[in-house]
Every structure is written in structure tokens, then in C-alpha cells.
């Protein structure tokens, strides 16, 4: 007979999708995001097939334009902002802490369920003939010339923006109210110091975006005339108040899967996190001065010279904050017993990858560096780097590391490791030319291209095949070990922390007694003379 | 140094009471006769309390960032205009808009006295006279700003084809107008989404569920009134007084 | 396709040197701390190893002296990449005196280029080497963005304003001109050829061409359809500010600011006038918005130039200006 856990606690459709176990919330959100990865993957397989050659021979640019817009929207708003968040966060962050659920267990299926609904409409978009304006929406192109399901997409971003929203909202609330007794600010797991940071960009910046889309719709609409040059409007005012949130949304993006793998570093060099308190100060010094630096998306716009170096300024400075995280989680591994299972894998691909599209992203923030730099490859190789190297990584990654407590099963060590070694090998033949082709001049949004750019192109092609095997793989073994997977005990690493004093899968009140706690997570070694400071 | 703790290749018969290693003790949190409101993932009615007001005001800051932008284009377009959008403000009538702003005041202030009542533990039906008080006064105040869109929409000040200016900075005054339908419309649609919370609260009050053990929505509502409150003291004198109009 | 490709692009101006200067320093600082990092991500896990099942970590917390050490160190070298960027930008910005002026108008999906002497390109630009030549910019329709990859020159091109950019060409030879902005359907068709050519070749180019009116010219015969003459008269009856020797003045308008007259004030106040009133005149202009093509308002321009120049300003046309709207 099966112990009682979260998953059998209820076999009918209803109990899931009534469900206020924030630990099923997960598990719907985990459904959902796999299913819009996988069509923003579709519309990034269609890019990169378009490109093989210099012609736009295989599709009409009108449809190319699509594609990439499409991949774009989706894979922003429907994946990589939700992704670790809403899978990884809404499961663990109540157990971390020694809760029962999150604050709002209600507003948190809400906020599914409101995910969906923007989901639909985007979906909606697509299948009624796309939209073209780039993921990013600008004017006076949206609101006047394009000829495309503009306000649909539009609504599904504003939709979504809301789910967003309420996870955020939900999240800082119960870590400022649920922590179980003991447990003190500076004794959090730092993937939940990691998801408070998130959380305070998810609350505060959404709303910006959700009514600068809504704005683009009604003047679309009502032809209001408030980003339109011929009614005496501002195009560039819809870029400062789109970027305003777009640029803090790629925190939202990457503080998470810090977070992550923050956590899984400690686990697999079986040691304590090495500089506890600048790793938890740095996440939310980066989701602060991360507010401060969006014109740096505007600097060959004709931005005042003045303002450009101030963004400028503050975009060098935000870098120094994840400059410090990557020297910590390397310094942890110093004089660890290390083991390179699937999640140390994913984890190290994190940090030379994070690093590599961090720094590029600094030749960005340099004003007469961006002028030749602006729209061209090199920013799709720079923030690809960072959003696929670094926080996909961390996704699967945490997704491996967890996938015991959250199934109750062990995955297939091997066939993981070889896809992770794939995903990192892909990854790099994508991406890598992409720079090349950027400084050499290859713009951005490209359907056809001069000859010269070929060869990179055909590399990144051919990465990006290797990338998508690495990308089912997991999909195949993760489905197949939840029916003849090997069961997993509590702790299967010999990890610390709350979430692996519980079974796995837990039960649905997480713990069967709320946990007191005594001191900081993550001891491994017994407290000798504490070297340096926490 | 082996931590009695279990590895990969044990198992772990099933998930009964597994000592729990760096746990000082345990402590049995389940009281009985608790508070029937007490929603089973907190532990006192006081965490239920705390946690609801500072979900409440979190989702305030979210608001004052989502009206945030509409106030940042007003920013840029009354600077880089200001004469253009003091002529446009003329055209609004301040004593519809002084109105408007007395009703809210003291709209707010029956609201802080349903919370009151409901603090009190009043009967419920004072506790109901606050809270419909409240909605009679937003009722009157969206009704005003229906005939204020009405006589805009009758003077050709809608933006868009219909819209005629015969003062001297037509683009200014347009993209005024715009502005002011935008900021108020969603003020306005706040305001009818506040109707639809206090008609629940009222009904809950109706039904006697709120002493003073357990009044935190009354409260979390009237924080979100206040809100709406506040965004149209804002409002008023950015869109209706500009230019000392009213002195003219 | 593997014949043939360059891996880095042609430096064809004086500001490419400046750029490829920042661009290899930061790539060796990026090289440096990549290969680090990775090197001793690999290194430890080599040399840490478990080695049996219950095997953990030494207990080590952290260390304030390594946290400063790896905060400013990495502040420094930012800092110099910051200092670096903005001069290189700010050069880049601020075109010198007397540079060889060019119309640029982006429209969906073209670029028309018009020199002062009358000659108009179309998806071309022939610009003489060793002479450094001003780029001013406007849209028709919406955003685009100009960009001579070999120059290491791009502007956005945003309509309601004007956007400038300069370069000094030093090589002559064909380069890549691209728009850099998704303007829509043929946004990757939006391209084609700058030339630049030794001066001597370039000046039997300019009288080769099939020169039409010079955009003064042009200008001066719209005034007259316009009738803009009626109020923009010489003498003392005109109800309008006069235009002879305003261009790069500062005039004083009715609300007590001030305003350089250059292209984006005289575009403003044909297509805007009630935006910036003179002082001492009534707001009865009537507005050429929808009237004017962004070319049309480029000929004026340069008509109102042609009336003669105020003594020329220090500043760079369009940095003084005061902002109206539809500018930042």
C-alpha cells in the first residue's frame, strides 16, 4: 500500500486543477511551460532553418518576421520568466522554509490559471497568422504600421504580466510571514533569498510593461496617438517605459537560476556556500540597480548624451554584483568533495557560460562600443548566452537536482549526463558564431543575408540541432523514469536542507510536524573554527 | 564520518518520523478550537492577519507602478507642452472635478468607519450602513464622470477622427486628452471593481461574519479603497487645475 | 560559402580604429576571466574529487579580504571600460565644424540620400575619403536605423525628429550600408552600398551626376507654393519672424526660453508652430503636418539655410536645441 503523498492525495482532474497545494500548482505550471518551450522552440527551429542559407528562400519574410517574434514573446513571457519561479519556487519555497503552503494558496492557482488564459491568447495570435513587430513591440511600427494580430499578443502579454505579478506578490509575503520558528532571515537557503530579489523586480516592474502594453493596444484601437510622431507623440517614450520593465525582467530571468545553483554547488562539493551574506546582499543589489540602467538599450536612439552616461555607469556597476556571485560558487567548490552529477554539470556549464554573456554584455553597456554593436548579432549571442547558457542551465539543472523530491523517482544518471553534454556543446556551436557574425556587421531581425555571414550561420544551425536533441532527451527519460524510474529515498545526494528532511515525494502538508530551527542550512562539515566570515 | 543519514543506493522503508538532523525539536503547532476563519496553512489567526494587509499593500505598490507609467507620459508631454496642456485643461469643468474629489474624500472616510465598525464588533447593520454609505458615494462619483464623458464626447473632445480643437496647440490638447481619458478611464474602472469588493464585504458584513477577532477583509478592502482615493487626489489637480484656471 | 569569409571587419574610417580599440581590450579581459573562472571550475573538480561515499566539504565560510578583493578589482577595470566607452562615444557624437553635410530620409524600405549640391541617391552613398561628412537623418514612416558596419557608424532614424551621425572615411572601397532597426516586410532588403571614393575621383562623380535641383533650391520653389512668402516677408510688414540669417541663431520665444535655430526647430515649426511661438508674434501659423514629405521638409531646410547662416554655433546642430515635442 503507497504512503500518502501530495501526488496520490486525490486521483480526480478536479483535485489538480482545484488543487491549492502550491507543490501541484508546480506540477501544472511544469505541464504548461514544457508546452511553450517546446513551440518557442519550433519557431527558433524555423529561424535557424530560414538562415541556413543567405536567400529567404524558405519562408516569406512577412512569415520570417513572424517566426522570430513569436520565439521571442514566447520564450520571454511564457517561459523564461515563469520557469523557475513557478516550477521550482512554488514547490520548494514553502518547505525551505518549514510552511505549509504559500501565503495565498488560492491567488497562486489564480495565477496559473491566468498564465493559461494569456497563454490562449497568445496562442490564438500565432495560429490566426502571427504577429510581426518583434518581441518587443516598437512603435510607430505596432501601433500604425503593422498588419499583424497585434492587440491579440498584445493582451496575452498584458494577461500574463498579472500571473507574474501574484507570484511575486505571493512569494514575498510568506517568506516575510511563513518562516518556521528559528528560522531568520540570514539562515534562508539562498534560492529563496534568490526568489525574494525576483520577487520584488516580478511586483514592481510588471506592472510598467502591463500598461505600456495596453497603451499600444488603445492606440491601435482608438488611434490615440500616444507613441505616434504624426499626433505629436514620442516613439521613444514607449521605448523608455517597455525597457523601463524589459530590461529588470532579464533579472526576473537570471536571479532564479543563481538561486539554483547556489543550492546545488553546496550539494554536490558537500560544503557550505562560501560568502553567505554577499551572495544574499548581491541578489538584491542586482534587482535594485537593476531598475537604473535601461537606457542602455536606448543609446543610438539620440538619447541625451548625459543620461547615456549614466546607464552607461550603472550598467558597469550591475555587473559587479554577479561578478561577485560566480567568485563565491567557484571559491565553494575550493576544497569540496565534489561530484559531477547531472545538476554539478548543469552547474558548471552555468558559471563559464554566466560568465562569458555577462561580460559580453559589458561591451553593450560601453557607449561608443554599442554604436557598431546595437541590433546585430552580438546582442543575440549576448543575451542568448546568459538566458539559455545561463538560465536554461539553471532550469534543468534545479529540475534534475529536485526531480527526486518532486516525483518520488530517480532519473537515468547517464542518458543525463550525455544530454547535459550535448545541451552545453550545442549551446556553444549556436550561440558562439553569432558573435563573430555580430561585430563583422550582421543585424538583427535579418530574413535574408550577404554571403560572407554563411558560414556562421550554417554553424549555428548546426549547433542548434545538436542543442535540440540535448532538449528532448530530458523530456524522453524525466516521462519515462516517473513510471519505471528507481523510487527515491528522502535525501538521494546527501544533501542538507528542509526540503530533504521530508519524504519524496512529501505529503501534502509538506511536514508532519512544523521543523523548529537552530542554526544556518547547509552544514556539512561539523563547525570547526569557522574560516572568514559568513 | 558517516551522518546516519540515508545515500542513493539505501532505501528508505517510508516516510515515518525521520529524525531530523540540524532540527533542535519538535513542537506540535495544532491547537484546538481555533479561530473558524484560521485557513489551515498559518498557524495563528495573527500570521492570517499580517499576512493578508501586507498582501494587500504589496499589490497597492503594483498599482502605484501600473498608473506610474501613465503618469510618466504625462511627465513628458505637459513638459515638453505646458502651455498647450493648460489651454486643453480649461476645457475640463473644476466643479465637476471638485465634486468628484469631495465625494471621495468622504467616501474614504465612511470606509475607515465600516473598518471601525467592523473593529467593534458593531452590529451589522451599522457595520452595512458604512460600507453601502462608501458605494453610494463611488456610485455618485462615477456617475458625475459619466456626464463629464458625455459632454467631452458632445464637444468633440474624444481623440481620434471625431475630435476638433479650435485653440491654438491642437496636438497638444489631443494628446492631453488622451492622457485624461486613459488616466481617468482607469481610475474609473478601479473604482467599479472597488464597487464589486464592498458589495461582497457588505453581504459578508450582512451575514454577521466580521467581529473584532476577525474583520481583515473589511480592512484589506478599505485599503484598497483608499488607494483609489488617493490616485484621484493626484489625479484632480494634474488634469483640472493646471494654469491656475480656476482663478480665471 | 567557405571561400572567402572574413572573420572582423574592414576599418574604413578614422572612428573604426577608435572602437576596435575598446573592442579588443574588453575582449581580452573577457578571454582572461573566462578562462579562469573555467579553468578553475575544472581544477577543482579534479582535484576535489569524492573519494568515498560520506565524504564532505572542508568548513569554510568565506573571507572578507578575497569579497574586496573580487569586488574592486572587477570595479576598476569596469570603471576604465566605462571612461573608455564614453570618450570614444562622445567623439563620435559631436561632428567637427564644416563637415560635408548629406540628407538622409529612411522610408519603408529605402534610403534616399540628397547632397547639397543637388545630387540624390537611392540606396547609395558616395562620400570622398579623408573628409569628415555629417549624416543628418529623418524617417518617413517608422523607426529605421543606419548602419556602415565599416565605419562602425549607426543612428536610429526616428520620424517627428532629426538624428545625425559622422564619419571620416579612410579607405577607399564598397561598403555594407544596413538599416539596423525591424522596420516590417523587407526590413533585410533595406540595404545597400556607401562608396567612398579618393577626392578627386569623388568630385568627377558629383559633376557626372544627373544632378536635379539642389535641395536649396528645391526649397526655395516650395516656399513659393506655399506660399509661405505671404507672412515670411523682408520688410517691416511681415507678420512672420524673419528667416534671412536665422539659421543657427538663438531666438527668444514668447514663453521667455530660448531656442537654437537649427534643422529640428525649423522642422518643429513647420509641422508644429504653435509648439515654439517668437516673441513679439501672434500663433497664427497654420501647421504643414501631412502637407510636407520628409524630404519636402529637408528643401526647406536647406532653403532657410541658404537665406544665410547666423555666425556658426559651437555647439553641434540638434544638441541645443530646447526639446519639443516628440523629442526624448
Redesign the interface.
Known sequence: METLNYINNGHTLSSWLLTRDHKRIALLYLASITFFFFLGGLFAFMIRLELLTPAGDVMTADTYNKMFTMHGVVMVFFFLIPSIPAVLGNFLIPIMIGAKDLAFPRINLLSWYIYVLGGLFTLTAALSGGVDTGWTFYTPYSTAAANSHVITAALGVFITGFSSILTGLNFIVTIHRMRAPGLTWFRLPLFVWAHYATSLIMVLGTPVIAITVLLVAAERVLHLGIFDPALGGDPVLFQHLFWFYSHPAVYIMILPAMGVISEIVQAFSRKNIFGYSFIAFSSLAIAIVGFLVWGHHIFVAGQSVYAGMIFSFLSFVVAIPSAIKVFNWTATIYKGSVRLDAPMLYAFGFLGLFTIGGLTGLFLAAMGLDIHMHDTYFVVAHFHYIMVGGAIMGYLGGLHYWWPKMTGRLYHERWAKFAALMVFVGFNLTFFPQFLAGYLGMPRRYHSYPDEFQVFNVASTLGASVLSVGYVLPMIYFVWSLFRGEKSPADPWGAKGLEWETPSPPPTENFFVTPIVTHGTHQYAPPSKEVGIV | MSDGRPHADEYYPGPVHQPPVHIAGTHVEHTHGHHPKLQHHFDTMAQQVEASTLGMWVFLVTEIMFFGGLFMAYLVYRTASPEGFAEASHHLNVTWGAVNTLVLIVSSLTMALGVRAAQTSAPPKTQVFWIVATMVLGTMFLGVKAIEYTDKFTHHLVPGPNFKWEGHHPAAAEMFYSLYFCMTGLHALHMVIGLGIMTVIAVMAWRRQFDEDYYTPVEVAGLYWHFVDIVWIFLFPLLYLIGGHFIE | ??T??????EQASAQAA??DG??FF?LA??AF??LL??G???L??IK????H????????????A??LL??II??MI??V??G??????????RPPAGAMEIYVVGK?WMWKAQHMDGLREVNELHVPVGRPVKLIMGSE???H?F?I??F?????V????Y?HLWFTATKPGRY?L????????????M?GWVYAMEPTAFQAWLGGGNASDTPAAAGAKLFEDLVCSSCHRDDALSRAPQLKGLFGHTVQLQ?GATAVADESYIRESIV?P??KVVSGFQ?IMP?F??LVTEEQLLQLIAYVRSLGEAKPSAAPAG?AAT??????
Request: aromatic share 16%; with cysteine.
Open positions: 560559402m567557405f572567402n569569409f572574413p572573420f572582423f571587419p577608435q572602437v575598446i573592442y574588453m579581459v573577457t576571466f573566462s573562472i573555467a578553475l571550475v575544472v577543482f573538480a576535489y574529487r569524492r573519494r561515499k560520506d565524504e564532505v566539504g572542508v568548513d569554510i565560510h568565506g573571507s572578507l578575497l569579497e573580487w569586488t572587477p570595479f569596469t570603471m571600460m566605462f573608455w566607452g564614453v570618450k570614444v562615444f562622445y567623439n563620435m557624437y519603408q514612416d517608422v523607426l536605423s548602419y558596419p565599416a562602425r557608424v549607426k543612428a536610429d526616428i520620424p517627428g525628429r538624428n555594407h544596413f538599416c539596423a532597426e525591424y522596420c516590417g516586410t523587407k526590413h533585410s532588403g540595404i514663453n508644429n504653435q509648439a500663433p501647421t503636418q501631412g544638441a526639446p519639443g515635442p516628440g523629442k526624448e
